[in-house]
Each structure stands twice: as C-alpha cells, then as structure tokens.
C-alpha cells in the first residue's frame, strides 16, 4: 500500500468530472484537427494538431468580465472543486482537470501549498505520477498510451509557476521517438560507465532511459536515480552555456526523457513546450501549421535546445 494508490475507478472520475465541466463551461476545451508527419531523415514521427478556431483561451483583457482574474492569480493554490479530480491527494497533492484543453481529460497534479515551478522534480512527485500513469493506462479500455510531462523553469515552455505536472495521452497509431530510443536497450541507471540513450541522428540534446518493469517501477529510490542522472547531464549542459536552469521532462511507465532548454519560443512566433519534444506540435491557426511545415519539426526543436552530446567522451560533460 502506498500513500499515492489510486481509486479503482479513477477513470469514471476523470470522465464524469469532464463532461460536467465541458457541460458548465468551466472547462474550455479547443476542438481540432491533427495530421501525422514523417520526417525523412530520421523517419522518425510527428503529430501536428491544428487548433479548429483561433485559441479559445481569454488573455486576461479579452476574459469575460466575471472571470478576469488579478494578473497575478493562481489557479493552484485553491483550485476550483469543479476542476478537482481528488483534492488531497497524498497529503501533498491535488489532481485536477486543466481548464484549457486541447484533448479530453487533460490532467495536472498540482502541489497543494506553492512550490516553484523551477525546482526538481522529488520523489513524491515521481511516485505520484507513475502512480496516475499507472491507473491511466488501466482505465483505458482502447489501449491507450499516456505520458506525463513537466515544464521546469521559464525557457521550457511554462506559463504557470505554482510547480505543475500534466499527463495526456498519445494520439492513435502515434509512436514518440523517445519510444524507439528507449525500446532499443534493456533498463539500466546512467553511471559513469554507461550515458543515457541519444540518437545522434536528431539534431538537440536529450537523454533518455528505459525503465524497470514491475514492482520496480513504483520504488521511488529507482525513479530518483533514473532522474537525477538524467538532470545530471541536462544541468552540464545547461550550465556550460552559462543559462538559466530550464529543461523539459517527459515520461511513460517505458521510459523517461530530459531535454535541456535554451528558449520557449521558435522565431517569436511558435511556443514550445515538454508536447513539442515527444513529437506533437500545436499549432494555433492555419498560419502557424503552415510555419511549422514549411521549417520542420526538428529545425524548431533543433533551435529551443542544445546540440547533441550522443557519442562524446563522459567526462567532457559530467556535471
Ligand atoms: P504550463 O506548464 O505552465 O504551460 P503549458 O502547458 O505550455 O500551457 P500554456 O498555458 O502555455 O498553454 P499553450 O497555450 O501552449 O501549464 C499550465 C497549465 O495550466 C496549462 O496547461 C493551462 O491550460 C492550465 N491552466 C491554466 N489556468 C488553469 C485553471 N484555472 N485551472 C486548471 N488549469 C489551468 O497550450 C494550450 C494547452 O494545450 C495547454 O494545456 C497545453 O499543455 C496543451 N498542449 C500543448 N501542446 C499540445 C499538443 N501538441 N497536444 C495536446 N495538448 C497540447
């Protein structure tokens, strides 16, 4: 037993709290369409989703009168029961329904007092998102692949700073490329003798792992380990550019990936944030999904992050 265990029907919850959100209209779900994209150079995929109507989320001066909030207003801190999926959660946690959606059922966990969206991610966190990846996926009655992601520190993409994880689920028929990196290799930590998992084919750094199976996925010392090695590398590589700390974490129950940040937004046009890096891209109009064909899923990225280490010496990099 574990403070993080789920209810059995952690899925009807999520689904019921949706629709009447949907239904209320606290929930401002984007319809839209996506396309998947082929990159021929690493045949690795793309997903670009083309938002129906221009972004239906209110700046706060476009915000309706009764919902304009204080710039400074944090949708965290006591957020609305409407929104709550399980208030509490662990002692330390809420889970809720994101407000903006562009897919159904958009989780977050928040933590219930403040906590800075720059910090690391801690043990709790990692075993309390497992944990909800774990009851995703059983939930799911069509197979459905889920990940969970979290923006830390201004340059990766992140809008809110009350410290935030977010879990989604891949489209249909989709296969991220960290998948294939992870599928390659048997689990293992990254020491001295052995780096994480690059494709020196993709032009930006990012360090990926393939995680244990069974029990050994839910022991929080092995999810510490898993990701403090992959923050070693990722603050190397921050801190000989001499930037701020700002990286992107994306994880299944598979496999788990840091990407460090050098910028959130490609060309003052185009923000990118944890999606963007497992290979689905947003596009908020026709004009921006005609921007994003026209430079290439992996010139954006290439841009927002830091050159590939894949294949250099350990010691040249080691924080
Ligand atoms: P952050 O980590 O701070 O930032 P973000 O997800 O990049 O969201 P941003 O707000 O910048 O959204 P964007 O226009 O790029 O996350 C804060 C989260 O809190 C956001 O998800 C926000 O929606 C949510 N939120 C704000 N106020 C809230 C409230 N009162 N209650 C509950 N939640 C609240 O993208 C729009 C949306 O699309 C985001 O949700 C984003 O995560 C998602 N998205 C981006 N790319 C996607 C893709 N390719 N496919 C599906 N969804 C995608």
């Not at 700046?59 to 929104?83: G, H, S, V, W, Y």
Request: net charge negative; hydrophobic share 35%; with cysteine.
């Amino acid at each position: 037993m574990s403070q993080f265990d789920l209810p059995d029907n952690f899925g009807e919850l999520i689904n019921s709290k949706y629709q009447a959100g949907v239904q209320s209209g606290e929930i401002v779900f984007s319809e839209s369409t996506s396309q998947i994209i082929e990159d021929e150079a690493t045949e690795y995929q793309f997903n670009l989703t083309l938002l129906a109507s221009l972004a239906s989320k209110p700046t706060p001066e476009e915000a309706p009168e009764q919902i304009q909030r204080p710039k400074d207003f944090n949708p965290f801190l006591n957020p609305d029961p409407e929104l709550t999926v399980l208030a509490d959660y662990g002692s330390k946690f809420n889970i809720l329904l994101n407000k903006f959606p562009v897919t159904a059922n958009h989780l977050l966990l928040t933590t219930k007092e403040f906590k800075s969206q720059r910090s690391p991610l801690t043990p709790e966190e990692l075993l309390a998102s497992m944990k909800i990846l774990d009851r995703l996926e059983k939930s799911s009655k069509a197979n459905e692949k889920f990940f969970a992601f979290y923006n830390c520190g201004e340059n990766s993409g992140a809008s809110q700073p009350h410290k935030h994880l977010q879990f989604l689920q891949y489209p249909d028929g989709f296969t991220p490329f960290p998948s294939e990196i992870a599928a390659k290799d048997d689990p293992f930590i990254a020491n001295s003798k052995k780096e994480p998992l690059q494709d020196t084919k993709l032009p930006f750094a990012h360090f990926v792992l393939p995680l244990p199976r069974g029990d050994e996925l839910f022991d929080e010392e092995t999810l510490v380990m898993a990701f403090s090695s992959l923050l070693q590398r990722t603050l190397t590589v921050l801190r000989d550019a001499e930037v701020d700390v700002a990286y992107n974490v994306v994880f299944t129950k598979k496999w788990m990936m840091l990407i460090p940040r050098s910028a959130p937004i490609y060309k003052e046009k185009l923000g990118i944030n944890s999606c963007g890096y497992t290979g689905l891209l947003l596009a908020k109009n026709q004009e921006l999904e005609k921007f994003i064909l026209e430079e290439g899923p992996l010139e954006i990225l290439k841009a927002l992050g830091f050159p590939n280490t894949g294949g250099q010496p350990t010691d040249e990099y080691h924080y």
